[in-house]
C-alpha cells in the first residue's frame, strides 16, 4: 500500500499479531488481522467468544502494543493511547463522585474549550440535553439507572469532540428495551456529528443495525474470515427480509 492510498483511511491495521505468554509457552490470540476505516465509517467487529475481539480493540487504540503489524491513525503510527479517539467500554467510566455535569467538564481542557468555568458548564449541559439527561446534570451516578448511566458516558466521550470512537460492547450490560434505545440514541447523535467508530460486539443484530460494513473474525488466533457491506438505509427494521438475510450470513460465517 503506498503512502497516498494509506492517507485516504483513517485508520489503517496492518498484518496485526499478538501471543500471549501462558505456563504452556506463547499462546497466538490474533493471527494477522488487516483492515482500514474510512472518515466517518462506522465498522463493526463480530467474532466468537474468546477470539481476541477486545485484545485486537485495545491494540487499535494504543492501550496493548502488537507483537508484530501495526496500526496508523491519520497516517501516522498509533504508539500509545491518542486525544483522537476514545473508548466506550461495557464496565463504564464515570467518577462516583462527581454529578452529571461534573463528570462531563471532567475532560474540557481550558485551553481547548474557554477558561471560563460557566462556558465549560454550558457545553456539558448541551451535551447532557443531547442524550436525554436534561434535568438531570446535577445529579450523582448512585441516583441515575443503568440506561441514565450510560447516556452519562456516551455524553462524556462526545463533549471532548473525538475523531474516533472505539467501542467494546457498550450496551451489553442494559436490557433487550434499553439496548435498542441506546442504538437508536447512538445512531440519532452520529447523524448530528461525524465521528468515525470502531465497535466491537457479539450480537450480530446490532452490528446490522448500526454498522456501514461488518467485519467476522475467525476463532483463536483470529484472523478477518469475512467482510460485509450494510447497504440499507437508518432506520433500518431487523426484521425485513434484507437484514434477515445478512444476518443468517454472518451467523454462517460463525458457524451458527
Known amino acids: 500500500m503506498s ?29 494477522g488481522v488487516s ?17 481476541g475481539k477486545s485484545t485486537l480493540m485495545n491494540i487499535i ?9 501495526s496500526v496508523r491513525v491519520d497516517g501516522a503510527a498509533q504508539r500509545g493511547p491518542s486525544p483522537k479517539g476514545i473508548v ?7 467518577f462516583p463522585w462527581l454529578t452529571v455535569q461534573q463528570n462531563l467538564m471532567f475532560g474540557l481542557n481550558d485551553a481547548e474549550h ?22 438531570f446534570e446535577a445529579s450523582y451516578p448512585h441516583e441515575l439507572s ?12 462526545f463533549v471532548v469532540k473525538p475523531e474516533i470512537l472505539y467501542m467494546d460492547e457498550p450496551f451489553s450490560a442494559l436490557d433487550a ?9 447512538l445512531l440519532r447523535i452520529l447523524a448530528e456529528e461525524r465521528h468515525t467508530v470502531l465497535l466491537i460486539t457479539h450480537d450480530v443484530e446490532e452490528a446490522i443495525y448500526m454498522a456501514d460494513r461488518i467485519l467476522v473474525l475467525s476463532p483463536r488466533p483470529t484472523t478477518i474470515q469475512a467482510s460485509f457491506q450494510v447497504r ?21 460465517e460463525l458457524g451458527l
Open 177 to 185: 428495551l434499553m439496548n435498542m434505545r441506546m442504538r437508536t440514541e
Open 232 to 252: 440499507l438505509p437508518h432506520p433500518r427494521k431487523l426484521a425485513s427480509p434484507e437484514a434477515q438475510a445478512l444476518r443468517e450470513a454472518i451467523l454462517r
Open 146 to 157: 443503568g440506561g441514565m448511566l450510560k447516556r452519562a458516558e456516551l455524553a462524556r466521550a
Open 114 to 135: 474557554g477558561a471560563r468555568h460557566d462556558e465549560r458548564a454550558a457545553l456539558a449541559d448541551h451535551y447532557a440535553a443531547m442524550v436525554g439527561l436534561k434535568g
Open 35 to 51: 483492515f482500514t476505516v474510512d472518515d466517518g465509517e462506522f465498522v463493526a467487529i463480530v467474532g466468537p467468544s474468546g477470539c
Open 88 to 94: 466506550i467500554s461495557q464496565h463504564g467510566s464515570v
Open 3 to 31: 503512502a497516498k492510498q494509506a492517507n485516504q483511511h483513517k485508520i489503517v491495521v496492518s498484518d496485526i499479531k499478538k501471543n500471549f505468554v501462558s505456563a504452556q509457552g506463547a499462546l497466538p490470540v490474533i493471527g
Open 61 to 69: 487504540a494504543g492501550f496493548e502494543q502488537p507483537d508484530s503489524g
